[in-house]
């Protein structure tokens, strides 16, 4: 029942994000932005997507599921950091990689400290939500994925940045 809930939020506060991605990118659009790494975003997409089949298919194989409240916990904390991220970039967060030319990389709030504070809680978040519920083949799994797919990602978004 726990999983069940858990993991019906974690889908609608991923629909959730993507929304408001696309609320973003329509202004960002508006005002002469250019998508860089188009490329790679499908796969991202996939591997979110996979992510969380990967957790359910893995719940329902498992005979022994145990709760890790604790990693929960700090699983809506990282929500709690999330949204400051959001907040902090404004119209400028996106699940994608645009850039208005003329504008400089924030350096306010959480970024006055962390490069990419969004891709830590991904990080985060692919670990802590199997391993939250023993999922231990999803995690390691997606960790390493995640990995490789960040590697890419943000070798793209510093050099976007760099313009």
């Known amino acids: 029942m726990i999983f069940t809930i858990f993991i019906t939020f974690l889908i609608i506060q991923r629909l959730a994000e993507l929304y408001v991605s696309s609320k973003n990118e329509k202004w960002l659009l508006k005002n002469g932005a250019i998508e860089y790494g188009k490329e790679h975003y499908p796969f991202i997409v996939a591997l979110h997507t996979l992510f969380i089949i990967s957790l359910i298919v893995e719940y329902v194989l498992r005979d022994d599921v145990t709760v890790n409240f604790t990693l929960i916990v700090l699983f809506f904390v990282l929500i709690v950091i999330k949204v400051i991220v959001i907040s902090t970039l404004g119209h400028y967060w996106n699940t994608k990689i645009y850039k208005v ?27 802590i939500i199997p391993l939250a519920f023993g999922l231990y083949y999803t995690a390691v799994v997606f960790t390493l994925l995640n990995a490789i797919m960040l590697t890419v ?9 760099a313009m």
Request: hydrophobic share 35%.
């Open 101 to 127: 030319p003329g504008t400089r990389p924030f350096a306010t709030g959480i970024y006055k400290y962390i490069k990419h504070p969004n891709y830590i809680i991904v990080i985060c978040e692919i670990a």
């Open 153 to 161: 990602r943000i070798k793209k978004e510093n050099e976007v940045l």
